[in-house]
């Protein structure tokens, strides 16, 4: 069996605090740590931060919501992650709800089952060092 646990919020009062609860569950054996991604937080800085605090855990988002950002972002996020985690990142992925995306991101809540599919797509092209040509329904890429 596997555990995995998540992460609050990281915030100047609640850091150390959030960095022992980490440390203390990567000593005790559990697979990984989840940030979110919210209104308080994005999920790849806090992971950033915990890949020099950590050793073996893997740090993962649970989730990055793809209407924050474009395809080619999130696959370089993830990329810088995974190198500076020593191969330890974990991508998830979502597509949020409508009160954040218009809320927050003033972002059409348009398709997001689509968007998420083509943002899947694209990062797997440039994983693999493919050239990016895509032509989806969301992104189109070169334009």
């Known amino acids: 069996m596997k555990l995995a646990i998540e992460m609050g919020p990281i915030q100047p009062d609640s850091l150390k605090q959030t960095v022992e609860w980490v440390q203390f569950a990567e000593r005790l054996g559990v697979e990984m740590a989840f940030a979110a991604e919210a209104w308080w937080s994005d999920a790849v800085t806090p992971l950033a931060y915990l890949a020099d605090k950590t050793h073996r855990i893997k740090l993962a988002t649970g989730i990055m919501q ?78």
């Open 66 to 143: 793809t209407t924050a950002r474009t395809p080619a972002m999130t696959a370089m996020s993830a990329l810088t992650l995974h190198d500076l985690s020593g191969g330890r990142f974990v991508l998830g992925l979502g597509a949020s709800g409508p009160q954040v995306v218009e809320g927050l991101h003033s972002t059409r809540y348009n398709k997001p089952l689509s968007r998420l599919r083509e943002t899947v797509e694209i990062c797997r092209m440039i994983f693999a060092g493919e050239k990016v040509q895509y032509q989806g329904e969301i992104f189109q890429m070169p334009l």
